[in-house]
């Protein structure tokens, strides 16, 4: 991807397990924002943590921050089958652009 | 607040004619305004960024010629796709950065996206 990776790129779970996806990224960023694609449809966003934060829940959703390792994960717990759809991390990077991670497609099996 | 509206939603053009896809933001005055291309079962691609008031801004590899962006105002960003061709099928979205109108904090919010298909 243009500014970062994500993996696993697809994870496939029973509905009630957990899924973590991770993110790493190549220049310093401000902050970091996770988002849901549902297939062929516009972006939900989840998430935004901050660079100073190194935790941040919302629900069901735990977002982790490492920027020593520039890296991020999204933990989703008691899965849904609602929850199937990619996953990207995103932030602004370089010259104020933001840039997007390669995504997670998560398959949540009823 | 801070809600960004995209259209059309999908259009469907002959191969060698082009298209205009709006990106406004509603509520806000947008500074920055991203644009972005995604292919099937791949991420969001950067193509340009425009802010307002002056030239674009291409990612490597992006025809600028091709992808024409016009950001006249602040709360208005077009996207041209010139002369198109069946390989610029894709999915195309905007985003736009401003100072949301209730928190006051910068904001980055996205369209819904338009898929293009040409024939």
């Known amino acids: 991807s243009q500014q970062g990776e994500e993996d696993p790129q697809a994870l496939s779970i029973q509905e009630g397990e957990n899924a973590t996806m991770n993110c790493s990224y190549k220049?310093?960023?401000?902050?970091l924002q996770w988002y849901r694609q549902n297939s062929g449809r516009g972006l939900v966003h989840l998430i935004l943590i901050r660079s100073n934060e190194r935790e941040k829940h919302s629900g069901r959703l735990r977002v982790t921050l490492d920027t020593s390792k520039k890296s991020s994960s999204l933990l989703i717990t008691a899965s849904r089958a609602a929850d199937t759809a990619s996953y990207f991390c995103?932030?602004?990077?370089?010259?104020?652009?933001?840039?997007f991670g390669s995504g997670t497609k998560l398959n949540v099996k009823p | 607040g801070a809600v960004v509206s995209q259209h059309p939603s999908w259009v469907i053009c002959k191969s060698g004619t082009s298209v205009k896809i709006e990106c406004r933001s509603l509520d806000f005055q947008a500074t920055t305004m991203f644009w972005y291309r995604q292919f099937p079962k791949q991420s969001l691609m950067l193509m340009a960024t425009s802010n307002e008031g002056s030239k674009a801004t291409y990612e490597q590899g992006v025809e600028k010629d091709k992808f024409l962006i016009n950001h006249a105002s602040l709360t208005l960003s077009t996207l041209t796709v010139t002369s198109a061709h069946p390989e610029d099928s894709s999915f195309y979205i905007c985003s736009a950065k401003g100072q949301s109108p209730i928190s006051g904090a910068n904001v980055l919010t996205f369209g819904a996206g338009s898929r293009l298909t040409v024939l």
């Open positions: 220049t310093s960023i401000n902050n």
């Open positions: 995103g932030g602004i990077q370089g010259f104020n652009k933001f840039y």
